[in-house]
């Protein structure tokens, strides 16, 4: 079956997606927060209405201090998302802002990259297991940014 | 916009869970060890409702060109010593910015203040949100070992901020009201603004600040404006 939802891209988003917003209604303007269970790095997602994305990250301490260039180990980046989902199942496709391409990233951590990721209805308070290309995470969405 | 709260820059996080802040003019009935260096020339609203409402614009395009450079870029803090990078800042045209750190990102507003006589254009940030719940094992490592007041166990942290100065002090917890040790977390204290000089630098530049409100190590903080934003 083709796909349900479909192009929420930039600027056209969601109120051009019947049923799109619905699914991400309780992850505007809230956090959606992730742990990487290997690393134990920790992300937070903001999603916004009108397509745009931030992403942050918590990696840990680095090897050593933060110059012009790095490393970080506190990072954010933007993007836009689109959303697409199949029989019930949903993803967010984030297309980051170019080019700066950060540790995160590098570490293919969740989010990180331009790619599709699960994504599923949910409530403030939730708690969550995903596993994403063999990495276990657990994910929260939490009130307020 | 209403003027909330914004997220100061640096090195408070080290201090986390330990801070607080008092309302302008409150007294404080408690003895203060000062966090806070010199307390330099304050700025005034003038800078800020010229820039709002367009009563000065030779004051608000002074202080737009001081921070020039920070717009669409990041501003790092660091350790003074270490050198460890603890929050980022990234600064928006329309008044609004996004904070970066260990606890996760932090969206706000901020106020900006008269240029000071030493060229620095005080920045208030006030945080939307001011504590948000994290959930158990989601909670940041401590930065660094909370101060201890001699004889009078670990310390607490009061900021208060008048006329686009923040100044803080070291406080007994124990001396403290029920209204003020709820302002002693970060999230509060930052939700209620805390103000940060800020000089013209060029993208690339780094320099050590001696200014600010809560100096992470050795009295001073470490910052670099990064290009771009991450």
Request: positive net charge; hydrophobic residues 40%; contains cysteine.
């Amino acid at each position: 079956m083709a796909a349900v939802v479909a192009g929420l891209s930039a600027g056209a988003c969601r109120a051009a997606v019947p049923g799109a917003s619905a699914v991400l209604t309780h992850y505007y303007g809230n956090s959606l927060v992730c742990r990487d269970e290997k690393t134990r790095a920790i992300c937070h997602v903001w999603l916004d209405a009108d397509g745009r994305y931030y992403a942050f990250y918590d990696l840990g301490a680095r090897g050593k201090p933060a110059g012009i260039h790095g490393p970080f180990e506190i990072e954010g980046r933007e993007g836009r998302y689109t959303l697409r989902g199949r029989s019930g199942a949903f993803e967010v496709c984030l297309q980051p802002q170019p080019p700066m391409k950060i540790g995160a990233e590098r570490a293919h951590e969740l989010f990180s990259q331009a790619a599709c990721y699960p994504l599923s209805r949910r409530r403030v308070g939730d708690q969550w297991e995903l596993e994403w290309q063999g990495v276990r995470y657990t994910l929260w969405l939490l009130a307020g940014r | 916009m209403r003027p909330r709260r914004v997220p100061g820059l640096v090195a408070i996080l080290v201090m986390s869970g330990l801070a607080a802040r008092v309302c302008s003019g409150s007294a404080l009935p408690v003895p203060r060890e000062p966090v806070t260096h010199g307390a330099r020339a304050a700025g005034d609203d003038t800078t800020q409702e010229a820039m709002r409402h367009g009563r000065s614009e030779a004051a608000a395009g002074r202080a737009a060109r001081i921070l020039a450079h920070y717009f669409g870029n990041t501003l790092v803090c660091a350790g003074a010593i270490t050198g460890n990078d603890l929050c980022h800042l990234w600064l928006n045209r329309d008044g609004t910015f996004i904070e970066i750190d260990p606890t996760g990102g932090h969206a706000g507003h901020y106020r900006v203040g008269a240029v000071r006589a030493d060229g620095k254009v005080p920045v208030c940030l006030y945080w939307d949100t001011a504590n948000m719940v994290m959930p158990r094992g989601l909670q940041p490592l401590p930065g660094a070992t909370p101060a201890v007041i001699p004889g009078r166990g670990t310390a607490a942290i009061l900021c208060r901020t008048s006329h686009f100065l923040t100044t803080c002090f070291r406080v007994d917890p124990a001396s403290l009201s029920a209204t003020e040790r709820r302002m002693t977390s970060m999230g509060q204290r930052f939700h209620d603004g805390m103000c940060y000089p800020l000089a013209d630098r060029s993208v690339g530049a780094i320099w050590f600040e001696n200014d600010d409100p809560l100096p992470a190590q050795g009295g001073k903080d470490k910052l670099l404006l990064v290009p771009g934003r991450i």
